[in-house]
């Protein structure tokens, strides 16, 4: 046990007193722990005090590392820059545009494009604020040079239903190895002088040109659609699935082979201990992990992932990035937020007490293996989330209270649906296609004319594939009863 040495009984007084003593009693300048030489800007975390200059280094230096470490971006390819306006992701962007400059020493050699996603339809924001917003924005993404696309939200009511369907794997892989590809690609500069990486056929102005907003009816339908979501939580996930489904769409009719998102440390760390209490643990390597390949033809990759929210901060303020903040989805009750906002809170308030808590969950996930998230088949794969279903084995006892909630809706005319048609669009003929997180999430999304129409119609799909196939396997079987006999 632990003993007190004196009379103050506990070693909690002690402990606290000891934090206390460990705080200087007077501010002074400290030296750059790197150079020696300057006077220390800002401490990352105890000890690592920087200056300006060698800060800057320091956060250069991690972001190629994390490239040059996980070798997934092949030279000469075609990446995707998912830009929300936040800080992370506008840190994501300086750090490529700086990559790509003529004055870098080892330039980037891939090929950018930028997307963004207007979600001011669901975030309370009034026409002339969406307007304002995408005006600032643009302004934003012609400053890169890089070619840009300015997506809707409510486009993603417009998707095609191959979206949930995953692309052919060999499309996003190189025949070469990575080492020939970089010899090859230097080769070919030297070969051409030395020219501009940068590719000009879908440079801003070949952008197709898209109306400033989407039709009023089109927003009415999707407002529709989130209001029809019966908690904070389920329409955080829905948010969520359809801006990715989005952005992979642009992807792949863009030919981009990659997407970077920005997710930082903090942002990883709360997604992991969110996506445990949603019920995709299973998971949790795709979702958090570096590279996100569960789409086949488009890998999504995280590059910012080894950045704490205080890092990133630090340098948007120090080196005068652009940022555009977004306001949060809006809720009715307010004293009962989402799962999402509760761990996020949670974990930044055990950050200002611990400052090593969001490392600690950070570096266990890193230890989670990708191999459950596998599929071979599309049978095999979620609906919306295209992870493997994991609804074998074990999970049949935590999986059989969904499947005994859900019941097949009445049709309007008050009969039951129990012909195949009308089982296309029970509630219950669904649960089958999703996996347990999905599930959870899909109980909560409203009414199923509510959904997105190409949800629906990849479902029915799905739906109808599984019923031939089970009425083709009976077939034979009643063929070789009379011979038998």
Same mark, same amino acid.
Not at 379 to 392: G, K, M, N, P, T
């Given at each position: 046990?632990?003993?007190?040495?004196?009379?103050?009984? &506990?070693?909690?007084?002690?402990?606290?007193?000891?934090?206390?003593?460990?705080?200087?009693?007077?501010?002074?300048?400290?030296?750059?722990?790197?150079?020696?030489?300057?006077?220390?800007?800002?401490?990352?975390?105890?000890?690592?005090?920087?200056?300006?200059?060698?800060?800057?280094?320091?956060?250069?230096?991690?972001?190629?590392?994390?490239?040059?470490?996980?070798?997934?971006?092949?030279?000469?390819?075609?990446?995707?820059?998912?830009?929300?306006?936040?800080?992370?992701?506008?840190?994501?962007?300086?750090?490529?545009?700086?990559?790509?400059?003529?004055?870098?020493?080892?330039?980037?050699?891939?090929?950018?494009?930028?997307?963004?996603?207007?979600?001011?339809?669901?975030?309370?924001?009034?026409?002339?604020?969406?307007?304002?917003?995408?005006?600032?924005?643009?302004?934003?993404?012609?400053?890169?040079?890089?070619?840009?696309?300015?997506?809707?939200?409510? +486009?993603?009511?417009?998707?095609?239903?191959?979206?949930?369907?995953? &692309?052919?794997?060999?499309?996003?892989?190189?025949?070469?190895?990575?080492?020939?590809?970089?010899?090859?690609?230097?080769?070919?500069?030297?070969?051409?002088?030395?020219?501009?990486?940068?590719?000009?056929?879908?440079?801003?102005?070949?952008?197709?040109?898209?109306?400033?907003?989407?039709?009023?009816?089109?927003? +009415?339908?999707?407002?529709?659609?989130?209001?029809?979501?019966?908690?904070?939580?389920?329409?955080?996930?829905?948010?969520?699935?359809?801006?990715?489904?989005?952005?992979?769409?642009?992807?792949?009719?863009?030919?981009?082979?990659?997407?970077?998102?920005?997710?930082?440390?903090?942002?990883?760390?709360?997604?992991?201990?969110?996506?445990?209490?949603?019920?995709?643990?299973?998971?949790?390597?795709?979702?958090? &992990?570096?590279?996100?390949?569960?789409?086949?033809?488009?890998?999504?990759?995280?590059?910012?992932?080894?950045?704490?929210?205080?890092?990133?901060?630090?340098?948007?303020?120090?080196?005068?990035?652009?940022?555009?903040?977004?306001?949060?989805?809006?809720?009715?009750?307010?004293?009962?937020?989402?799962?999402?906002?509760?761990?996020?809170?949670?974990?930044?308030?055990?950050?200002?007490?611990?400052?090593?808590?969001?490392?600690?969950?950070?570096?266990?996930?890193?230890?989670?293996?990708?191999?459950?998230?596998?599929?071979?088949?599309?049978?095999?794969?979620?609906?919306?989330?295209?992870?493997?279903?994991?609804?074998?084995?074990?999970?049949?006892?935590?999986?059989?209270?969904?499947?005994?909630?859900?019941?097949?809706?009445?049709?309007?005319?008050?009969?039951?649906?129990?012909?195949?048609?009308?089982?296309?669009?029970?509630?219950?003929?669904?649960?089958?296609?999703?996996?347990?997180?999905?599930?959870?999430?899909?109980?909560?999304? &409203?009414?199923?004319?509510?959904?997105?129409?190409?949800?629906?119609?990849?479902?029915?799909?799905?739906?109808?594939?599984?019923?031939?196939?089970?009425?083709? +396997?009976?077939?034979?079987?009643?063929?070789?009863?009379?011979?038998?006999?």
């Amino acid at each position: 046990m632990c003993e007190a040495a004196g009379d103050d009984a &506990g070693c909690g007084a002690d402990t606290a007193s000891a934090r206390r003593r460990r705080v200087p009693g007077h501010s002074y300048p400290r030296p750059c722990v790197k150079c020696g030489q300057g006077s220390a800007a800002l401490v990352i975390r105890v000890g690592d005090a920087f200056c300006r200059g060698c800060f800057r280094e320091y956060f250069v230096h991690k972001f190629r590392a994390m490239l040059g470490k996980n070798r997934v971006i092949f030279p000469g390819e075609k990446v995707l820059l998912a830009l929300s306006g936040g800080a992370a992701s506008s840190a994501m962007l300086r750090q490529v545009q700086e990559g790509l400059s003529r004055e870098t020493a080892k330039r980037l050699r891939f090929v950018p494009g930028i997307i963004y996603v207007d979600e001011g339809a669901v975030r309370g924001q009034s026409v002339a604020q969406r307007e304002q917003n995408l005006a600032r924005m643009e302004t934003l993404l012609q400053a890169t040079g890089f070619p840009y696309h300015l997506v809707h939200l409510e +486009q993603a009511l417009e998707l095609p239903p191959s979206i949930l369907q995953p &692309g052919p794997e060999g499309s996003s892989k190189p025949s070469t190895s990575y080492k020939e590809a970089v010899e090859g690609f230097i080769q070919q500069q030297r070969q051409e002088g030395d020219g501009d990486s940068l590719s000009t056929q879908d440079m801003p102005g070949g952008s197709p040109p898209l109306p400033r907003l989407p039709a009023a009816a089109r927003t +009415q339908e999707l407002l529709q659609l989130f209001e029809a979501v019966e908690t904070s939580t389920a329409r955080e996930e829905l948010l969520q699935m359809l801006r990715i489904h989005l952005i992979l769409q642009t992807a792949r009719t863009r030919g981009y082979a990659k997407v970077m998102t920005g997710e930082s440390c903090t942002r990883v760390a709360i997604k992991l201990l969110t996506n445990l209490a949603l019920g995709r643990g299973a998971f949790l390597a795709v979702d958090t &992990g570096f590279m996100d390949n569960r789409h086949g033809d488009v890998m999504v990759v995280r590059p910012m992932r080894e950045y704490m929210a205080k890092e990133i901060a630090f340098y948007n303020h120090f080196f005068d990035v652009p940022t555009v903040i977004m306001p949060p989805l809006s809720t009715k009750r307010r004293e009962k937020p989402s799962i999402h906002r509760v761990i996020e809170r949670f974990l930044l308030g055990l950050q200002e007490d611990f400052p090593s808590t969001i490392s600690t969950v950070y570096r266990t996930g890193e230890k989670l293996s990708p191999a459950p998230a596998k599929a071979s088949s599309e049978s095999q794969r979620c609906l919306l989330c295209l992870c493997a279903l994991d609804i074998a084995g074990e999970e049949e006892l935590a999986l059989e209270p969904t499947l005994i909630i859900e019941e097949p809706e009445p049709v309007e005319n008050g009969c039951c649906q129990d012909t195949p048609a009308a089982g296309a669009e029970s509630r219950a003929a669904f649960i089958p296609l999703l996996c347990y997180g999905c599930r959870l999430t899909f109980k909560e999304l &409203g009414p199923l004319a509510t959904l997105p129409p190409y949800v629906r119609a990849e479902a029915q799909r799905r739906i109808h594939r599984a019923e031939m196939k089970q009425q083709s +396997q009976e077939v034979p079987l009643e063929d070789e009863e009379p011979s038998k006999s």
